[in-house]
């Protein structure tokens, strides 16, 4: 049979197929059988050097109007099958359940940070908050660390210029807030208490652990008055502790240093996990450290210009990482950076 005669069988057989072809499969395998890389078109077209030299342009030109009426049918056959598939779907059924959006909620650490705050609030303190970037005399010379003291190497450090580093502690907001209230009621017999709560987030070069972070959030806090304690920030304390971890919480107070208490000591609690009874928390000695305190060295009132002789007052920070860990028992502090939804979403 000549080549343009079994191209014309060939044109016939692929028009009945694809008219035939009742399902977008069933197209797919005569679009394959006819028109594919392999396909009977395809071996025809193979054939025209056969051809005598006179007749290869017209075969030519005629397997070439083949092809395109036989893609230009099979693509409106296709269209109408995915047609008829739409309009065989079934209508919409408003009696199933709706598609829900999920809801954000607060961070934990956000959520531990006002959890703490509120209780502070009704023990009569105020939130005050305060720069990140700080200068030197707020970081570290009023809070008892001139340039020469050992404790500054461990914090002295986010150096953004001669005279700005990013804070260590939110402690200076605690010098703010007292600069603030010698300049509007002096530093002597006149002045007002101050009691406040300072959170907010500080920078050491704290090398990044399970329990260590570069960046982390503090809460500090500052009571300032004729006659202040340190049974009254005991007394504070074990309120705080009790709030926050239940009403059978015991707190400890164990001597220590720092530069801008004196006397300082770190706040103990009994373990939130054992109750006291030991565990890997712990390191089976039922207490876990959660943050230090002590009274105010003479020295910060001297840099704020307070008179020590009439004041007396208590300092505290704790970091809100190490309470949230506590609280909701997270065993590693980098979760709280890495912005895993699977962690944040059980919060």
Request: aromatic letters at 10%; proline letters at 5%; a negative charge.
């Amino acid at each position: 049979m000549a080549l343009l005669d079994e191209l014309e069988v060939l044109r016939t057989a692929a028009l009945n197929d694809f008219g035939a072809a009742h399902a977008p499969e069933l197209l797919e395998q005569a679009r394959v059988e006819y028109l594919g890389r392999s396909g009977k078109l395809k071996v025809l077209m193979a054939r025209i050097r056969e051809e005598p030299p006179a007749g290869k342009k017209q075969a030519g030109q005629r397997l070439n109007a083949v092809k395109a009426e036989l893609e230009r049918i099979w693509e409106e056959r296709k269209l109408a099958l995915a047609a008829a598939v739409r309009a065989a779907a079934p209508l919409f059924d408003p009696s199933l359940p709706g598609l829900t959006q999920d809801r954000g909620s607060l961070h934990p650490l956000t959520q531990a940070m006002d959890n703490f705050t509120g209780i502070f609030e009704r023990l009569g303190f105020t939130i005050r908050y305060g720069p990140e970037i700080e200068d030197v005399f707020h970081n570290f010379d009023a809070l008892n660390m001139p340039d020469d003291h050992p404790v500054r190497d461990q914090a002295d450090t986010f150096v953004l210029d001669s005279r700005s580093i990013l804070r260590s502690q939110t402690s200076t907001v605690q010098i703010r807030v007292m600069e603030e209230h010698v300049r509007e009621y002096g530093g002597g017999a006149d002045m007002p208490p101050i009691r406040i709560v300072s959170p907010g987030r500080t920078y050491r070069p704290d090398a990044v652990d399970a329990t260590h972070h570069y960046s982390f959030s503090q809460i500090e806090g500052l009571a300032v008055d004729k006659k202040v304690a340190f049974s009254d920030l005991k007394g504070f304390l074990a309120l705080f502790a009790r709030e926050t971890f239940g009403p059978d919480t015991a707190t400890r107070f164990r001597p220590s240093f720092f530069p801008f208490t004196e006397p300082s000591a770190e706040l103990d609690i009994s373990c939130v996990f054992c109750r006291g009874g030991g565990c890997r928390v712990c390191k089976q000695g039922g207490w876990v450290e959660i943050g230090g305190c002590g009274m105010v060295d003479p020295n910060v009132f001297r840099a704020v210009g307070i008179d020590g002789e009439l004041f007396t007052g208590f300092a505290f920070g704790f970091g809100i990482e190490r309470l949230a860990m506590f609280m909701l028992g997270i065993d590693d502090i980098r979760r709280f950076t890495e912005n895993d939804l699977r962690f944040l979403g059980q919060f």
